[in-house]
């Protein structure tokens, strides 16, 4: 199984500003992805992280406000541009290996 | 597309005792995958068992078992003997045998009473 790290685990930033969160697998993968998960709800998929290309990325997210980079197969970045308090969220890192897909530990953002 | 129905909001079970929670899910393809997630409160989405649609056998892990019913498009968790680290989000989803996106349900609170 891959092991996911994140940084930073959560941070309280002003409106207005960007965050730029880190993902660290600890093996090479094919896929990554960026999720945002509201408190309570369910993971909604941002992007999907293409190695040495732009991201993919689903409908309501756009590359302007969700930047991605994914230079290698065990590392990829998110930056929340321009942040609002709807930004606020936890923000969970994914990685596939063949059919199983594990999750980093989270950023939990706050949006003041 | 495909959807994944957990009708359960929230649920709860007696220490020691047994649990099922429930998942359907609606999809045209033969091929694909089926998982459980456990999310404590640390809020780490924790791979619980997972689910080959074309193996007929149920998958187990531990204390945590599967039924799936691929015609009628179900596949619920059963938990025995259920431990007070039980406590948490378990959220089903589904991937296609392709390899795309992974969709999630909405997520069951399991409660578990000491």
């Known amino acids: 199984s891959a092991v996911i790290s994140q940084k930073p685990s959560r941070d309280i930033c002003q409106r207005g500003t960007s965050l730029t969160i880190q993902c660290q697998v600890d093996?090479?993968?094919?896929?990554m992805f960026w999720y945002r998960q509201q408190p309570g709800q369910s993971l909604t998929l941002i992007a999907t992280?293409?190695?040495?290309?732009?991201?993919?990325?689903e409908s309501g997210f756009v590359i302007d406000k969700f930047p991605i980079s994914r230079p290698n197969l065990t590392f990829s970045t998110l930056t929340v541009s321009n942040m609002s308090p709807e930004d606020s969220s936890i923000y969970l890192c994914s990685a596939r290996q063949g059919g199983e897909q594990y999750f980093g530990p989270g950023t939990r953002l706050t949006v003041t | 597309a495909q959807t994944v129905t957990q009708s359960q909001p929230e649920m709860s079970v007696q220490e020691a005792e047994t649990v099922t929670l429930s998942c359907t899910y609606d999809t045209s393809e033969s091929d694909y995958y089926l998982f459980w997630y456990k999310q404590p409160p640390s809020r780490q989405m924790i791979l619980v068992i997972r689910q080959e649609a074309y193996k007929q056998q149920n998958a187990t892990e531990n204390r945590f078992s599967v039924n799936f019913q691929k015609a009628a498009k179900s596949f619920s968790l059963k938990i025995s003997d259920s431990q007070l680290g039980d406590a948490a989000m378990y959220f089903c989803?589904?991937?296609?045998?392709?390899?795309?996106?992974?969709?999630f349900g909405i997520g069951t609170k399991l409660q578990v009473i000491p």
């Open positions: 992280a293409n190695q040495g290309s732009e991201a993919t990325y």
């Open positions: 093996s090479q993968v094919t896929m």
């Open positions: 989803a589904y991937l296609s045998g392709g390899y795309q996106k992974v969709t």
